[in-house]
């Protein structure tokens, strides 16, 4: 019977080996302890056939979750795939061979991009210290939280002297009143971040007040990815980090750089599951100072997808040595963990 079910699935949108194993195991638990009856355990399992991969992820944790532990860090907060990461939703958005290393120079973490167009991205928020300006840049996951790197809070006891920008494009000026600024709450390290490695140099910053997200406005929350990052995938870095290496002053304006995922194993750096490397066949196409804790963003179809979180390089733009990112999927755990905490 069950193989059956399994012949039976769509072939436009098949499920994931590991994901059908996770829902058939589950079901099962489920089943054999008289915690659910026949009937309903094939009405699980019938829910892994529908075509929207986002949406029977989603449908699937709200329905084991709860199930198998209402306390439980997976459930998962981001079911509503109706609104956010939309493309060109304004006006005003228009549509290696590489050396080993280990990492022992690494710079903070555009060079060779060009300016972004106000709107196009609404979920990229700038982030520093009010008396230093933009240190870092974040991501919009929701209407209280941004994802940004680790390294980006030295000192995450004195939140008060931290200010976030969202809704921005030029962040010195007012940007016509479209933007807003807000003190952090709280802001959540990996507890495994490494200084060294960076290894896990992610965070969670909780904004000290909601902000209004919206698919056809300056502010609104990015996807979140459903699948793991394949190796060529054509992704695109924003922030307002320097234009070359060495350089002092940020750019005002958003800019943002297309790059491709490499294979671990040619980049520049030992890195984990964790991490990955992006960058480019053409020259100097790089995230730099001051584009740390941004997205690194692809899209599919009519929307965007965060896929990793600028972390470090070995200076920018240099030839082969790509920029290393977090993979925002291998740290699926963390985040809903995080937010579901608090």
Known sequence: CLVSVYAIRTNRQQLTMDLWMEVLISALFLYYNHKIDLNQLGDLIKASTEENYQKQQSILRKQLGPILDPNSDALWPFDDYTNCGPVNTRDQAKNYKINKATS???????????????????????????????????????????????????????????????????????????????????VVKHKDFDEKTMVNDIALLKLSKSVPISPDSYINNICFPEMPIAIGTECVAAGWGVEHEGDKAVPSTLREVTLSVIERNDCSFNITSKQFCAGSQQCCRDTCQGDSGGPLMTKQGDRWYLVGVTSFGYGCGRPDWPGIYTDVYCQRDFISSVINRY
Request: proline letters at 2%.
């Open 104 to 186: 022992k120079e690494i710079d903070a973490r555009i060079v060779g991009g060009v300016e972004s167009e106000e709107g196009k991205f609404p979920w990229v928020v700038s982030l520093g210290r009010k008396s230093e300006g933009l240190n870092c840049g974040g991501t919009l996951l929701t209407d209280r939280w941004v994802l940004t790197a680790a390294h980006c809070f030295q000192d995450s006891e004195r939140l008060c002297e931290y200010n976030v920008r969202v809704g921005s494009f030029n962040w010195l000026t007012d940007d016509g009143g479209h933007h807003m600024d807000i003190e952090p709450e709280l």
